[in-house]
């Protein structure tokens, strides 16, 4: 029989493991390839991303909307063009330094997750790309054809969500956060302070300048991976 992990590891992942926002990223990538409309679909994809940042998201209308752009394609074209985004944007932006965090808590035997308010359909291969296997992304609801609806299945990973999902997750491999002798999250956002909150050990990770404050006053340590 394995060995029960010790310690408990989760990463959020844009702008703590990535040096940008892979879901604004992509419907970037989405208008420079002409699928949607450049200055209507830029405009509120950027508004979203500042509501997302002051902590203000609606999530039923991001995720319909964000995920408009490329479900009405089908699933061939969707993923063939989220294959090219990963190739050509998202790859690359990969920091060695991010690689080397993830590779330390795995070496040591930590069970290790991504808890990301990004859908699945855009974090799947990127937690592929870092090696993780343990994804806690926005589930997005299926048709009876299997594909995307637009619609979020279930609680999202966002905010207080995030911690309704990792005890989810736990409770699916027979676990329970009192099973770990420690917990350690890793963030940039004030979005997310309930799960910062809810391990024992919170690392403000290339923190922004609210999470900076509130990690000065609890005496969290702060990580800048990027410059």
């Known amino acids: 029989m394995n060995e029960m992990p010790r310690r408990l590891t989760l990463f959020d992942l ?22 949607v409309d450049g200055p209507s679909w830029g405009a ?28 009405l394609r089908g699933r061939g074209e969707a993923e063939a063009l989220r294959d090219r985004f990963m190739t050509e944007r998202l790859v690359p932006s990969i920091q060695p330094q991010a690689l080397q965090l ?26 592929e790309a870092f090696g993780i296997e343990h994804l806690i992304a926005v589930r997005l609801q299926r048709d009876a054809g299997g594909w995307f609806t637009g619609r979020i299945d279930g609680i999202p990973s966002f905010r207080e969500g995030k911690i309704a999902r990792v005890e989810e997750w736990l409770l699916q491999l027979g676990h329970r956060r009192d099973d770990f002798a420690s917990v350690a999250c890793y963030s940039d956002s004030p979005n997310d302070l309930p799960l910062l909150e809810w391990a024992d050990e919170a690392v ?24």
Not at 20 to 27: I, L, Y
Not at 44 to 71: I, P
């Open 14 to 35: 844009d702008g703590t493991l990535l040096p940008m926002d892979s879901d604004h990223a992509f419907g970037q990538f989405l208008v420079e390839q002409g699928w």
């Open 44 to 71: 509120r994809n950027d508004q979203f991303y500042a509501d997302y940042c002051a902590g203000r998201l609606d999530q039923e209308a991001y995720v319909e909307f964000a995920t408009s752009g490329w479900r």
């Open 102 to 127: 993830v590779r330390r808590h795995q070496s040591r035997g930590d069970l290790v997750a991504l808890v990301t308010a990004t859908n699945e359909f855009v974090t799947a291969p990127i937690a």
């Open 204 to 227: 403000a990770t290339n923190p922004s300048e609210a999470l900076a404050e509130v990690a000065a006053a609890r005496g969290w340590p702060v990580l800048r991976l990027f410059q």
